[in-house]
């Protein structure tokens, strides 16, 4: 899940994980020194209560409440449908607002861990990992880590295909994001930072991110 801008002699380029733009590369990840695990999250509320996740069938979705509460807190849990936008970036050398950065899935599991299988090439690497925390009411922060490759038909093949692919650098892909009431849709902002192999940023792309539950009845027309 991964695209940003490049840069090479003031021009970002390659590097930014992006979905079909040509300019944009792959990266993108979160850091976070507060992840803690999923045992200890509370809710923002200071109340101290554990949070448990359930799920609603009536509902097709996830809600998490609070223990021994009848305050309703939907979960992140489970399985969704991204989009990374740009939006407050200084155009040129950033992107302006409304450029599509990434698509994809993204699977926020109950432990704590996040995977995205991004809407780029394989061969620039479209999978990556993240971990996540709840830090508010329904209000999740999200720490992943991409490693960002540039396709390169000139390099050996390392795999299965023809060609291969040149190592960028890591990547930190930040969200905070809010679920809403019905647990069905998330909303909420990002920021990409793309490193070359000397951990030198290559590009900071901040914006918008959007995403819909795939719940069992979810078609690929949704």
């Not at 390659?14 to 020194?33: E, H, I, K, N, P």
């Not at 993240?130 to 050996?156: I, M, R, S």
């Not at 960028?168 to 909420?188: C, F, I, K, W």
Request: aromatic share 10%.
């Amino acid at each position: 899940m991964n695209a940003m801008f490049r840069t090479a002699n003031a021009t970002l380029g390659a590097v930014v994980m992006t979905m079909g733009l040509a300019s944009y590369a792959s990266a993108g990840c979160s850091f976070s020194d507060a992840m803690r695990a999923h045992a200890s999250w509370l809710p923002g509320d200071g109340s101290g209560a554990l949070l448990s996740t359930v799920y609603s069938p009536e509902s097709d979705g996830f809600r998490s409440a609070y223990v021994n509460s009848a305050s309703y807190n939907p979960s992140i849990v489970g399985m969704w449908k991204f989009a990374l936008t740009a939006k407050g970036n200084v155009s040129p050398p950033g992107p302006p607002d409304g450029v599509p950065i990434d698509a994809g899935y993204a699977t926020w599991h109950s432990d704590g861990t996040e995977l995205i299988n991004s809407g780029r090439a394989p061969t620039t690497g479209d999978f990556c990992m993240g971990v996540w925390q709840q830090v508010g009411f329904a209000t999740y922060k999200l720490n992943h880590f991409p490693l960002a490759w540039e396709y390169n038909p000139e390099t050996p093949a390392t795999g299965p295909g023809t060609g291969g692919a040149d190592f960028v650098g890591p990547a930190n892909l930040r969200e905070v994001v809010t679920v809403d009431h019905a647990g069905m849709s998330y909303h909420g902002t990002f920021e990409l930072v793309q490193y070359d192999q000397d951990k030198n940023v290559l590009a900071d792309i901040v914006g918008i991110v959007t995403a819909t539950r795939i719940t069992v009845n979810s078609r690929i027309t949704d």
